[in-house]
């Protein structure tokens, strides 16, 4: 319940991001602001201070007031602001990658199980090739390739910029995880006495699919969905900080993590921020995950019952 | 001397920084991120290495080790004179110094000169097409490298102890493209290949002796130096210099303040300069680079193929704010103009500021905002290709910014450092424009203007296609060669005429040029006698540790 509310709440602050940069901090997040100032305590300061040596310029630090609450980057940008629109960015992706992923792995994986055979035997194989790629090293050689030009299949065109390419990379990476155990989950279902009693009664084996198969694995799926979601988000922001996500001046908490890289002995708060905001949402996510298991699996309620 | 006196002079000695006092021997431990690939010193094209080669290797001439202005003089090497040129220009006849040996104990001879020429092409040195393409049998050397003689272009006599080289053209600069560490002489049976991890033996004070470019790479004495020229190949003060790869910036900069390394090789991280400054401020050596950081723009392609399109960029452009991205107004210049400040041919000139004239003040957006409307380029896409070395990925966020501030819809792709060059000057790609920084390889105009905008070095499809722009235009063209031409009978005369075709190809904006670097190099507390030259950078050779 806890993780629930946790991550309701995250989900809620980015969703404010917009309400927060116009009308609270005053600052756009995706503009360079590298000669601005702000008014403190009645004092103007310089967002970008310049050493008195002349060397170096560091940006200014967490103010805890409105206006660059935890301070700015290496552009000048307001990293609050870019935290919530941040979080908007990478739960976004999470979500559609995770969508992406539980269709394909359903699809495929029930075309698998419940088909047999040659199908079976060639989905399956596909599925242990993916499988046996490093994800993160499939994900890196996919998106350098996308970002470069983009995607150009027939009339579907995608721009490199385009947050459908981490996306599509992340969901489909991960396909083979889930796919595997439904696929597993199906064939143990298509052999259950109540899929052979449909078929003796001569019922269709699409209508045995969608009426006996689909809402078996539906729990399944389900419980994936949260687990899924925090290995996606991961995901993405371990690739938005190798440059292959999300591309600037958009911002996902994997980016400002790069933009904090640069800042780390002189404002942590740049890296530090987007990493406790990841952390706390898988955090919470990963409860949710279990969570649900547990309400969904029987056998758990028989371990809690004992 | 009287007692006191001595006491006194003593004290002072004492007080001295123990780097301050000259000192034979002990090993220079050098730091980088990573290391910069071959170390054959025909094919390497990184300053990393130059500074390296510069102490392990000859050429016939090279440019002075020492500091200042004089460190862009060419003196002779291992010919004993710098010859003058004959038959208007187009032979140059050296003569060999007699005596000096390889590291592998072998004497060098002018065979091993005409070889090292011929060995340029086969091991396809990267300006080969270039530099080296006046040399007469050089058209047949680029068509069928493998079998290259330069028949009639390198002319060795090793009884008279000479080598003639016959150039198809004159050429201004056959002296400094001579000078430069490519043309350092190797044994005559050196591989026809790029040796890769494999030393070569050169006739410098030091040797190569092991190279693993994941751990490091070693350096000792060559004990078959004996010194000719101490302005050409000083002795060297240290033993053994220790070039260490794999370490992170951050890190790089802790351990030479600890003293673990004495010379970190990467551009410092611009969140230490401040606490570098202040508190180890005698180890920091600021020094003039010739070199501009710049926004090539594809001249070829939408939108920048119009005119008003790159005039807006350019007056956009907070030259003030790039020059805070490097690292402040001690590190960098706002520069307008493609030569940098204190080059040959250079007179100052920034039209693209909101009081044009000489020097830049501040970004004209409202100017910028009309050329916009002018070339009905609003709301185009566009994407800034920069690397992930140092501060370019925030050089390119921040272009990207000041695009969208204009009315382009700018995004930033951050490629590895690795791939970058090679992927914004290939036309296939359809770059419209990035960041990229350009030095000098020696101290000449048209190391810019010509290399960077000719339209000789523009080759659709090439991942060599130095001309980043794409700019081909045959009157510039035509000013170029005009230059080049007066270069060689008269210098001033050619700045000056230099000075005008930079003013033409900043008028035409190619580029938006942002900032000169300085170079700033952080050096340990035991490192002493610092010298910067012009074109080595730090030299190795020069410096004591304790």
């Not at chain 2, 060098?108 to 080969?128: G, Y």
């Not at chain 2, 790869?245 to 004495?262: K, R």
Request: with cysteine.
């Amino acid at each position: 319940m806890a993780a629930a509310a946790l991550l309701a709440a995250i989900v809620l602050a980015c969703l404010l991001a917009p309400l927060y940069a116009a009308d609270i901090a005053g600052t756009d997040p995706f503009a360079s602001n590298l000669d601005g100032t702000i008014t403190l305590a009645g004092q103007p300061v310089e967002i970008m201070q310049s050493a008195a040596t002349g060397f170096g310029v560091t940006p200014i630090g967490p103010t805890w007031h409105a206006q660059y609450f935890l301070g700015a980057d290496d552009q000048g940008r307001d990293v609050a602001a870019r935290l919530l629109y941040g979080g908007r960015t990478s739960l976004l992706i999470a979500a559609g990658a995770t969508l992406i992923c539980l269709s394909g792995a359903a699809l495929v994986g029930v075309i698998a199980g419940f088909a047999g055979g040659i199908v079976d035997t060639i989905l399956a194989r596909a599925l242990d090739i993916l499988w046996a790629f490093p994800v993160y090293l499939l994900a890196i050689s996919l998106s350098a390739v996308l970002i470069s030009h983009g995607l150009q299949l027939g009339p579907v065109s995608i721009n490199a910029d385009s947050l459908l390419i981490p996306i599509a990379i992340i969901g489909i990476v991960y396909i083979p995880y889930v796919a595997r155990p439904i696929r597993g989950q199906v064939i143990g279902l298509a052999q259950s006495d109540f899929v052979l009693a449909a078929r003796c009664l001569g019922i269709p084996r699409p209508r045995i699919l969608l009426r006996d198969i689909l809402p078996n694995i539906a729990t399944t799926l389900i419980v994936f969905a949260p687990l899924m979601l925090a290995l996606n988000m991961l995901t993405e922001a371990a690739l938005s900080f190798l440059t292959i996500g999300v591309q600037p001046p958009a911002a996902s908490w994997g980016t400002i993590i790069l933009d904090g890289e640069g800042l780390l002995y002189t404002r942590p708060m740049v890296a530090i921020a987007p990493g406790i905001a990841i952390a706390l949402t898988v955090v919470a996510l990963n409860f949710l995950g279990d969570g649900i298991r547990e309400a969904f699996d029987p056998r758990a309620k028989l371990r809690i019952n004992k | 001397m009287p007692f006191p006196l001595r006491r006194t002079l003593l004290a002072c000695l004492l007080a001295l920084p123990a780097s301050a006092q000259p000192h034979q021997g002990g090993t220079l431990k050098l730091v980088a991120a990573s290391a910069a690939g071959t170390i054959d010193p025909q094919v390497n094209y990184t300053e990393q290495y130059a500074q390296i080669f510069a102490i392990s290797y000859d050429g016939l001439v090279t440019f002075a080790k020492t500091s200042g202005p004089a460190s862009d003089d060419i003196v002779p090497d291992l010919a004993t004179t710098i010859p003058t040129p004959r038959d208007g220009g187009k032979t140059y006849v050296f003569t060999l110094r007699k005596g000096i040996k390889f590291a592998n104990g072998a004497t060098v001879t002018p065979d091993d000169v005409a070889a090292s020429m011929t060995r340029l092409f086969k091991v396809d040195n990267p300006n080969a097409g270039s530099w080296y393409a006046d040399f007469v049998g050089a058209a047949a050397c680029l068509a069928t490298p493998a079998t290259c003689t330069l028949a009639g272009g390198v002319i060795a006599d090793d009884k008279a102890g000479t080598i003639t080289f016959h150039l198809t053209h004159p050429n201004a600069e056959f002296l400094d493209q001579l000078a430069f560490p490519f043309a350092g002489i190797l044994p005559a049976d050196a591989p026809a290949k790029d040796v890769g991890t494999i030393p070569i033996p050169g006739t410098g004070a030091y040797q190569i002796v092991s190279y693993d470019p994941q751990k490091n790479l070693i350096v000792k004495r060559n004990p078959y130096f004996r010194q000719w020229s101490a302005i050409a190949q000083p002795a060297g003060h240290v033993d053994e210099i220790d070039y260490t790869f794999g370490v992170t910036d951050e890190n790089e900069i802790t351990a030479v303040e600890n003293n673990q390394y004495d010379y970190e090789f990467d551009p410092p991280p611009a969140d230490r300069l401040a606490e570098m400054s202040m508190r180890y401020a005698g180890q920091i050596h600021v020094e003039p680079l010739f070199a501009i950081y710049y926004a090539p723009m594809n001249v070829n392609i939408p939108p920048f193929n119009n005119k008003d399109a790159r005039l807006a960029v350019n007056f956009a452009l907070d030259r003030a704010a790039a020059v805070n991205i490097f690292g402040g107004r001690n590190l960098a210049v706002p520069n307008c103009q493609v030569l940098p400040p204190g080059f040959p041919g250079y007179q100052p000139y920034c039209p693209y500021t909101l009081n044009p004239g000489t020097k830049w003040s501040a970004p004209d957006l409202a100017k910028a905002k009309a050329l916009m409307a002018a070339s009905g380029q609003t709301g185009q896409r566009v994407t800034v290709i920069a690397d992930d070395y140092g501060v370019d990925p925030a050089l390119g966020t921040y272009l990207a910014s000041v695009l969208n501030s204009i009315g382009f819809v700018a995004t930033t792709h951050i490629l590895s450092a690795n791939i970058q060059f090679t992927y914004i000057q290939n036309t296939n790609n359809k770059v419209q424009i990035s960041v990229t920084p350009w030095f000098d390889d020696y101290p000449a105009a048209s190391d810019f203007l010509n290399v960077l905008l000719s339209c000789s070095s523009f080759h659709p499809g090439s991942d060599s296609s130095i001309n980043i722009a794409g700019y081909c235009n045959k009157t510039y063209d035509a000013a170029v060669a005009a230059a080049l031409q007066r270069a060689i009978t008269d210098p001033a005369a050619a700045n000056a005429a230099w000075a005008k075709i930079d003013r033409m190809a900043t008028d035409a904006a190619p580029w938006a040029t942002m900032f000169t670097p300085r170079n700033l190099d952080f050096v340990s507390r035991r490192l002493g006698n610092y010298t910067y030259s012009n074109q080595y950078h730090l030299l190795y050779d020069q410096v004591w540790v304790q």
